[in-house]
């Protein structure tokens, strides 16, 4: 009995597995389905802005993980999961993931220092938006974006002994591409010590924030004091 037991059990295994549109591999999984393998993004970076409808489970032992789309994303460069209330990101192993200048961001959304309230946008130039949409918007300030994403990769680092007690105006920069519709690459901007800096926690590297970055964070729609905007140049 116990051997006709045992015997069920295997074949039920072997079903399940015949089953499976997943296969675990060193780094990640394959879809066998589409032959695609997904590994992880580099953590502190790229996120998806909104998940989609549920795609593929892949079961790793006794623990299973649901994988959505992405939305505006294709499934077969990129895939999402949740973890407890956050959503991450895997890519297909033939999408190169891009720098903070080649995900060329064009507009932002701005959110407290925890990336969880949303404050403001720095909104797209109108040559960006629907051809419907370009006259409701006359200016933007895509440039700035993109000044933000120049002054990370190419400002030198600095080393600021900074904690949560004691930088000021530390906000979250959500850059937005739409060449990457359906991510956004997180940076974020703080005060410390009388001047302003931009982090990549993605790079590890800390830089001076340039003047106009400035100017709009701490002394245009955000913040409270325009004197705060002289603070620092790349």
Request: one cysteine or more; charged letters at 25%.
């Given at each position: 009995?116990?051997?006709?037991?045992?015997?069920?059990?295997?074949v039920?295994?072997?079903?399940?597995?015949?089953?499976?549109?997943t296969?675990?591999?060193?780094?990640?999984?394959?879809?066998?389905k589409?032959g695609?393998e997904y590994?992880?993004?580099e953590?502190?970076?790229?996120?998806?802005i909104?998940?989609?409808?549920?795609?593929?489970?892949?079961?790793?032992?006794?623990?299973?993980?649901?994988?959505?789309?992405?939305?505006f994303e294709?499934t077969?460069r990129f895939?999402?999961?949740?973890?407890?209330?956050?959503?991450?990101l895997?890519?297909?192993?033939?999408?190169?993931?891009?720098?903070?200048?080649?995900?060329n961001?064009?507009?932002?959304?701005?959110?407290?220092?925890?990336?969880?309230?949303y404050?403001?946008?720095?909104y797209?130039?109108?040559e960006?938006?629907?051809?419907?949409?370009?006259?409701?918007q006359?200016v933007?300030?895509?440039?700035?974006?993109?000044?933000?994403a120049?002054?990370?990769?190419?400002?030198?680092?600095?080393?600021?002994?900074?904690?949560?007690?004691?930088?000021?105006?530390?906000?979250?920069?959500?850059?937005?591409?739409?060449?990457?519709?359906?991510?956004y690459y997180?940076?974020?901007?703080?005060?410390?010590?009388?001047?302003?800096?931009?982090?990549?926690?993605?790079?590890?590297?800390?830089?001076?924030?340039?003047?106009?970055?400035?100017?709009?964070m701490?002394?245009?729609?955000?913040?409270?004091?325009?004197?705060?905007?002289?603070?620092?140049?790349?």
């Amino acid at each position: 009995m116990k051997r006709i037991l045992a015997l069920i059990l295997a074949v039920f295994s072997l079903l399940l597995a015949a089953c499976s549109s997943t296969e675990l591999t060193e780094n990640g999984f394959i879809d066998t389905k589409t032959g695609i393998e997904y590994i992880e993004v580099e953590p502190m970076g790229l996120y998806p802005i909104d998940p989609g409808e549920e795609f593929l489970t892949v079961k790793s032992g006794n623990s299973s993980t649901v994988y959505y789309e992405v939305w505006f994303e294709d499934t077969s460069r990129f895939l999402c999961y949740e973890t407890e209330g956050y959503y991450f990101l895997v890519r297909s192993t033939e999408v190169k993931e891009p720098s903070v200048t080649e995900f060329n961001p064009i507009a932002a959304s701005i959110y407290a220092g925890n990336n969880t309230v949303y404050i403001d946008s720095l909104y797209a130039n109108p040559e960006y938006l629907p051809e419907d949409k370009q006259d409701e918007q006359t200016v933007g300030e895509s440039e700035l974006c993109k000044l933000i994403a120049k002054s990370i990769e190419e400002g030198e680092a600095v080393e600021v002994p900074v904690t949560e007690d004691n930088i000021e105006n530390h906000y979250s920069i959500r850059l937005l591409s739409a060449d990457y519709p359906g991510l956004y690459y997180l940076v974020s901007f703080f005060k410390y010590n009388g001047r302003c800096f931009l982090r990549d926690d993605r790079l590890g590297k800390t830089v001076y924030s340039p003047y106009d970055v400035n100017v709009r964070m701490v002394g245009g729609a955000i913040g409270e004091d325009d004197d705060e905007a002289s603070g620092s140049e790349v």
